[in-house]
């Protein structure tokens, strides 16, 4: 009979992997984000629209959820306007109200790259694939230590082959042992 060890410590180095390449993907949105932020100036803004989106879903196409993404416009620091929608979008119901005023930042380099000023529009990607790393390397690591674990009590003393450096290469015969 099989142990399921080493199926174990395979599943759990794949989340740990998972849970690392999120990492590796959450370090690559902070830099790109706080490099915007090097980058970008403050502006008042006004919701003028939103864009919709409609999502199904994939099992059974009939739980459909629409989600709004502001659109503002706001003025540069030359007062040229520009209109931009936000990269963050809620369901059911839009956040904002048309005509509301809103903090906006926008990359003076390049003025129509911007976006609300919000922690989540800033931050939730950093936090939620960071988070989510985390908890993938935390699991696969502790699944991967287990499943070796499991493999090594599974081999035990005296079961490695002679030669191998292992406990097999005790000689095991008592007249030896006591001589």
Same mark, same amino acid.
Request: hydrophobic share 40%; proline share 6%; aromatic share 10%.
């Given at each position: ?17 998972? @849970?690392? /390449? ?6 690559? =949105? $902070?830099?790109?984000? &706080?490099?915007?932020? +090097? ?55 839009? @956040?904002? /109200? ?6 906006? =930042? $926008?990359?003076?380099? &390049?003025?129509?790259? +911007? ?65």
């Amino acid at each position: 009979r099989r142990s399921p060890a080493p199926v174990v410590f395979v599943v759990g180095a794949f989340f740990a992997v998972l @849970g690392g /390449a999120m990492l590796f993907a959450a370090d690559k =949105l $902070y830099l790109k984000e &706080r490099e915007f932020l +090097a980058h970008s100036e403050r502006a008042v803004g006004t919701v003028v629209d939103f864009q919709q989106s409609v999502v199904s879903n994939n099992r059974t196409h009939y739980e459909r959820r629409t989600y709004y993404a502001p659109v503002f416009i706001f003025a540069d620091r030359s007062g040229q306007t520009r209109r931009a929608t936000s990269k963050t979008s809620q369901g059911d119901k839009p @956040g904002y /109200a048309v005509g509301q005023t809103v903090s906006v =930042l $926008y990359n003076r380099d &390049r003025p129509d790259e +911007a976006e609300l000023d919000t922690f989540f529009a800033s931050w939730g990607g950093v936090t939620i694939l960071g988070g989510m790393g985390v908890v993938f390397c935390a699991f696969g690591g502790a699944v991967a230590v287990n499943g070796l674990r499991g493999m090594i009590r599974r081999k035990g003393p005296g079961q490695n082959p002679p030669g191998s450096g292992g406990s097999g290469d005790v000689p095991r015969d008592p007249a030896i042992l006591s001589g």
